[in-house]
């Protein structure tokens, strides 16, 4: 028996771009092409958590098992922790409704670092990055990672600041964080027990939360790939990379 659920935050009343995850990509519906990349890694059952009856209806079309969450979540994580209540899988991996170049590699992974490292609470997943515009960008979350690949801190700031720049330091790696995570069921029954935290209030960074409340995450390498769905800009730019790849 399975002992991994994936679950997809799908949330129609986006801010920025609503309905992103109904809109065509490639002539299917964004979440669509998130599903299909989960149930590809054959880690267990995908379950689609929503707000909204038009994605219910949606996720109907392509055979999709989708359920409508309540008002009172107020996040991504609160929906993927209410639409696992009936689930007895040991782990929970929320991939997010946005994502729809998401590799499997990289959702199998973090039910592998989750299934291996017992002091693991949160697994999630970083980028390398050199770049000082994505470095810069305060919608690109830089990790402050230790040896073993725990997470330290989780910042919008250029983290670690470069006090003295030099030739040494010139090309010193940082951390772009991406927003898989992959939780023990005890973890995220805890994670949504707490109130908002200092840290996580004023970052914005709900992953803060765990971290203030001294829960561990450790992180995956994973390789750059297509377009994360924020804006109608982005889905111009996703049909591009898909052209481009497929």
């Known amino acids: 028996m399975s002992d991994v659920v ?24 964004v ?16 379950v689609i ?13 392509f055979g999709a098992n989708a359920v409508l969450t309540s008002d009172k979540c107020q996040s991504g ?26 590799n499997p ?12 490292d017992s002091a693991c609470d949160i697994a999630t997943a970083v980028m390398a990055t050199t770049d000082d515009a994505k470095i810069d960008n305060p919608n690109c979350v830089k990790a402050v990672l230790g040896k073993d690949m725990r997470a330290l801190y989780f910042s919008r700031s250029r983290v670690p600041f470069k006090r003295e720049p ?3 330091n010139k090309d ?11 939780y023990k069921r005890e973890a995220l029954k805890r994670f949504v027990s707490l109130p908002q935290s200092p840290l996580e209030k004023i970052e914005k960074l709900e992953q803060l939360r765990a971290l203030e409340d001294s829960m561990t995450i450790k992180c ?7 377009p994360a769905i924020d804006t109608k800009e982005d889905l111009q730019r996703a049909e591009v990379y898909y052209k481009a790849h497929h």
Do not use: M
Not at 31 to 46: A, F, M, R, S
Not at 109 to 116: D, H, N, T, V
């Open 6 to 29: 994936i679950a997809i935050p799908a949330r129609f009343g986006s801010s920025r771009f609503p309905g992103k995850v109904t809109a065509l990509l490639a002539g299917k519906p």
């Open 31 to 46: 979440i669509q092409h998130v599903y299909e990349t989960c149930v590809k890694t054959g880690l267990g059952p995908v």
């Open 105 to 116: 590699q990289t959702i199998i992974k973090i039910a592998e670092l989750l299934r291996s």
């Open 172 to 182: 010193f790696v940082y951390w772009h964080h991406c927003g898989i995570y992959g």
């Open 77 to 102: 994580t609160d929906r993927i922790y209410e639409a696992t209540q009936n689930y007895p899988e040991k782990f929970i991996i929320n991939v997010q409704g946005d994502e729809p170049f998401i």
């Open 220 to 226: 995956v390498q994973i390789e750059p790939s297509g």
């Open 166 to 168: 030099s030739a040494e």
């Open 49 to 61: 958590a929503t707000e909204s009856a038009k994605v219910v209806e949606v996720c109907k079309t």
